[in-house]
Structure formats: structure tokens, C-alpha cells
């Protein structure tokens, strides 16, 4: 069975690009890029666990299609995602001479492709690049829409740009070789979207959640082609998040003051975000927002999903505390995105403390971290 | 006699903003920026030579009209526009909680307003900036346009944004403290503007330097919106700098050459511009590009000034080296601005290197650095 070609774009005027999604398509890579970059450069900038895995294999389909590849390998993970880690790009780039017309790709997760980005961003102010995410948690969420950025000490994502890429290409073969634990982390930015804009999404979700763990091609691909639809959309309306774009932030004030405590290496991004999605659904229904039974249903799922439920043992005072640090922080008010019920939600910044800290403790662990 | 408030826009659609220049007018820093940013957080960025000058009167214009505000102080100095020092204002910045509604606000010469320019355009992916220049140098160049960055250590401005301020405020009192030679060295970019689009700014310079070089205020406040006017017609023409803005890096490619091989810290920015314009004068007229005796104006006036009109003595392929590491490098080439007469200038990028080197050595100062 062919399992056929998925192409959407994101509508973004003269920034507008295509997202390609299928099975076995990175070997369509450099004739995907030809047009528009043909006789320039590419460095493909990728880390220390993919490049083993599909670098031959970009740099393969690159060079067929006569491209120049030059080769950035960084450090793996969400800690290196600093200053000292993307000057190697930098460096990678100068001493390599590339020029204004030439292209950065990343390759690899969403640590690779925000780094990558916000090089690209800044490289002599502004170059381009493209996307070619390998993990589940970058194929349907960070590899779309242009955030770019690394973590300040203080929290993530501070320091950033938007810069849209301008082809983001992804093949669901990539995440055969994805470690399960990865695969689960990325599969809570699904569950995300089936919560705040479908609920059609949600339910095939429930009814499928065997199948998709096991990363049936053609339902990957389905499921890729949903959530990038959507996120597509989003984008389009809304690219600078004056609006509609915080909805994709459900689960994350949470799931950052997470990983923000933890030091951003014991838990993964889309752990962080699960066990966020948690306790803004209780929260919500503390609150009256979303009926208790559907705030139920997102915990089932994640829990079913195998993903954390439940905050790691800290302070109230130090999530509280945390939160303050992020970007979604507008006239001293912590910013919440809230579901109404699944397949719906708001952002809200005016709640009550007391349901916020009930919130809070009902959804931790017990026991210290 | 009261010296009139001249006040220019900067036309960028939705991006535009006003150059506010005159005498004494930074006392009026805080209703300018009132209905703008009323009740938002202002950090002021300076460094350690501007701050004892400028600083409380600036934070008493800005606490006068109900403004809070933070004050993040760089060492001054080229050297410093690096991602280090760039740091501390990201530091300041988030340790002070500074969301996304506040400001920045840039109160010394080039550096500082780079820097500042970049902090913001990369702190949570963008937050507004004001530029308060107070160098010559900034005044006319530096601090209108939207070009932000650090230097890398193998080219200047390698890294960076294009980032609008949402106002420049400009006294031209503040120069009475500018030591004479980064005062000349301002003057440079002066010269630049009449030597590539004003003949008639560059008969004003030769008639009157002298008065110029005493800091005369009604002089000064000409200059600054003779050149500031210019700046902003080609900057609405062509922001990014694919066309016509190309034109103001009259001098640069040899001056950033200069700069480079020195380490940032023996010529300021302005007087390896001055020598790199005679370079580039020399060139077009042994090009045949521009009338010989044009070419000695530029070279005239620029001595007349006490500016440097040679090159530092460095082998001719240091500089051919060095120049290849510049942005303005495509497809391999070097592309050089020239003037075709006093007025009027091209961009070439297909010089034959027999005449650049020519050029290079027949104004180099005979001994080694």
C-alpha cells in the first residue's frame, strides 16, 4: 500500500511555505528544495543522536540534487539549548563563509529546529532555512510556525525570534527509530490539539490510541497532517500570538514552571505539557469553565497514554514563582489557557489564587523529587 | 535664540516612527513617550562613560511622566558588543520580570544601541525599543534604520536583527561631552551621506567645517536632520537592504576590513570609514568610475577634518581576507560601494584585483601597525 503525499501550506503572505508530509520523502529532499535554492549552500545542522541515524541519507538527497552541504553536529538536548551551543552555528556558518542567499536545515527534534531557527534568524540578520523535524513532538508542533529561540537560566524560550521556515518537510519513517518514551512526549501535543480546537481529533484519539503507539504509517501520517492543519491555520490568523495562537500554550505555563524547576533534564517537553494539560483541565473545572466529566476524559487519556498525570513535588510558591518567569506573564498576571470543554478553550488571566493553588497540590506527587 | 524642534518620519507602514531632533530636548524624553507607553516599564541601557553624564537626567524626564524605571550599565567600548555583555541586558532584563508591553531604551552611542536594538528584538521574540543616541555617530546613522547585532569574532555585525525603535529622540547638547575624536569620527558618516546622495551637503561641509567642528547647536541640529532625512528615504525605500540601502556602506567593506585586522579596539568605527571611503574614492577613479579630481575632494576633506585617510599597514591579503568575511559578500564576490560623482555612488561586485589591490596598497601607511 502507497500511502500517499500530504501537502498543506501555512498562509502567510509573502512568508507563506509548504508543509509536506509522508512516508519514505526525505529522498525527495533536494528536488523539494531545488527551486528555490538551486547552486546555493545548505548546512545541515543536526545533533549527536540523529545525525548517526538520516544524516547520510539528507546529505544523499541533497547532493543529488547538487546542493553543497556543510555540517553542524551539536550536542543532544533540551540543556544545550543555550548561547554556548548555538554559537557553534554560528562559527559553523562564518568559517564556512555562507552567504545571505544560503540555507540552514535542521534536522532533528524541536531543540534542533528552535536553534536552527533563530540562527538562521540572525545570521547576518536574517537568512533561511528549513525544517526537517524526526521527532513526533517537532513534526506536529515546533517545526510549524516560526518561534525560534534557547532558554535563559531563568526560563524557556525567553530569548527567541520569528522566523518562518520556508519548507518544513517530514517523514513519519523517521519516528521508527524515535525512543518510545519521545514518541509519548509528542503525542501530548496531539492530545493538546484534540483539546482546544477538535474534538473529532480527540475522540479518534481515544478510539485509536493502540494503533497509534505502535505508529501505524498511514495514521501517523493522518494524525501529522490533522494537527499541522490545524496549527496552519492558527498560525495564519494569528502568527505573532496577539490572539488565537496562546491556545496552543494549553498545558504549557505548567508544563514550563516543570521543566524550568527540574532544570530542563529530567523531564521531557512533552511530559511537562501532559501533566500541565492535567491540571489546567482540573483547574478549569474547579472553576466552572469545562463540565469535571471532560476534564476527566483529557486525564484519562493522557494517563492511558502513559504520560504523567501529576506535577512533581515542589513548593506551591516555587511553581507560582516559576510561572511569573514566563513569556505569557501580561501586567503581572500569569496567563492560562483553560479548556471550555474538549475541542474548545480560552486564555484567562484573572483567576483566583485560592482555585489556582488547590489546582496545584491536588495534581503533585506526593513525594519529594 | 531658540533652536527650532525638527521632527522626521520614518515611513514603514505599521513599523513607522518619528526622529525627534534638537537642542535641550531630552528633558522631554517622558511626554514623548507618554500616550505610547503610558504605564509600562522603561530599562534603560547605557554604559559606564554615558551613564555619570546622561543617566539621571534621563531618568528624571522618564519618572516625571509616571514611567518605572531599571537601568542596565554595559562597559563601554567595541570590544564589548558581544553576546557576553548582551547577556546582562537579558539578565536584567528577566530578573526584573519585564514583560512583553514594556521597553527598552538605548541612551548612548552606536554600541549601545545595537545592542540594546538586538536585546529587544530577541527578548521573548520581540519587545519595543527607543533610541536615544548621544554620539555624532549614532545620531546620523547608527540609531535610525532598524539594524541590530553583535560582532562575531571573525566579522562585525555578523549576528543580529532588523528591529525598528518606535522612536528616536536626538539633543544635539549631548555632544558637547563627545570627546573630539569620536566627534570626527561621526563627522565621517556626515561626509558619507553628501559624498553618495547630497552634493550639496558635502559644499556645506567643505564651506563650513570649521564652524561644524566647534559643535555649532543650529549647525548641528542642520546636520543631523540633513543626514537623518536621507537616512529615513532610504530606509522607507528599502529596509532590508536589498537595493539602495546598500549605498550607506560607503567606506564599510574596507572599513570593516580595518576594524577586523585591529581587534575593534585601536580605530573607531568612523575613522576606519573615513580611510575606507578614501579607498574607495581611489578606487573609482582608477576604475574610471569617478572624476579623479572628485575623488580627491572626498580624500581632502576627509584630511581637512583630521580624519585618517590611510590604511593601517597589514599584507594586501589580510584585507582581501578579512573583506570576504563581510555580509556583503555574494556568490563569492566582494561588493563595494562606489562614488560615480560627489552625490551619486553604485554598488559594484566585479572589480578586476589588480586595481583593488592598486587601490589597498597605494593607501597604506608605509610601516607596520
Not at 509548504?18 to 545542522?45: E, P
Not at 563563509?97 to 544560503?102: C, I, V
Not at 536552527?116 to 532555512?129: E, I, K, M, N, Y
Not at 474534538?199 to 490533522?226: C, S, Y
Request: charge should be negative; glycine fraction near 10%.
Amino acid at each position: 500500500m502507497t500511502i500517499p503525499l500530504h501537502s498543506l501550506t501555512v498562509e502567510l503572505g509573502p512568508r507563506s511555505y509548504d508543509i509536506l508530509i509522508g512516508s519514505g520523502i526525505l529522498a525527495g529532499l533536494g528536488s523539494a528544495l531545488q527551486s528555490r535554492f538551486r547552486g546555493r549552500r545548505i548546512a545541515v545542522v543536526s545533533n549527536e543522536t540523529v545525525a548517526p541515524l538520516y544524516l547520510a541519507q539528507t546529505r544523499d538527497a541533497l547532493e543529488g540534487a547538487g546542493f553543497r552541504v556543510t555540517e553542524i553536529i551539536l550536542p543532544d538536548g533540551e540543556s544545550h539549548k543555550n548561547w554556548i551551543t548555538l554559537q557553534r552555528i554560528f562559527d559553523g556558518l562564518i568559517e564556512n563563509r555562507f552567504e545571505r542567499g544560503d540555507a540552514l536545515l535542521a534536522l532533528g527534534g524541536g531543540v534542533i529546529g528552535d536553534m536552527t531557527g533563530f540562527a538562521a534568524a540572525c545570521h547576518q540578520r536574517g537568512v533561511p532555512f528549513v525544517q526537517v523535524p524526526t521527532t513526533l513532538l517537532a513534526q506536529v508542533d515546533a517545526s510549524v510556525g516560526g518561534k525560534t529561540g534557547i532558554n535563559h537560566p531563568l526560563g524557556k524560550n525567553l530569548i527567541g525570534a520569528f522566523h518562518q521556515p520556508c519548507l518544513v518537510l517530514m517523514d513519519v519513517e523517521t519516528l521508527h527509530t524515535l525512543p518510545k518514551r519521545e514518541r509519548l512526549a509528542g503525542l501530548a501535543e496531539v492530545i493538546k490539539y484534540g483539546v482546544i480546537w477538535d474534538r473529532e481529533l480527540f475522540t479518534l484519539l481515544e478510539t485509536r490510541l493502540e494503533a497509534i503507539l505502535t505508529g501505524e504509517a498511514t495514521l501517523m501520517v493522518e494524525l501529522l497532517t490533522r494537527c499541522c492543519a490545524i496549527k496552519a491555520e492558527i498560525v495564519a490568523q494569528d502568527e505573532r500570538e496577539h490572539g488565537t495562537r496562546a491556545l496552543l500554550n494549553f498545558g504549557h505555563t505548567f508544563g514550563h514552571a516543570i521543566e524550568s524547576l527540574t532544570g530542563y533534564d529530567r523531564w521531557l517537553h512533552g511530559e511537562a505539557v501532559a501533566a500541565g494539560m492535567v491540571v489546567a483541565g482540573d483547574l478549569a473545572a474547579r472553576l466552572g469553565l469545562c463540565p469535571p466529566e471532560e476534564a476527566e476524559q483529557v486525564r484519562a487519556l493522557i494517563e492511558r497514554a502513559g504520560l504523567p498525570t501529576r506535577l512533581p513535588a515542589y513548593p506551591v510558591e516555587a511553581y507560582l514563582e516559576a510561572m511569573t518567569h514566563d513569556k505569557k506573564v501580561s501586567a503581572g498576571k500569569i496567563r492560562f489557557v483553560l479548556p471550555e470543554r474538549l475541542g474548545r478553550a480560552v486564555v484567562r488571566s484573572d483567576l483566583p489564587d485560592t482555585e489556582l493553588q488547590a489546582a496545584l497540590r491536588a495534581n503533585m506527587e506526593p513525594s519529594p523529587p
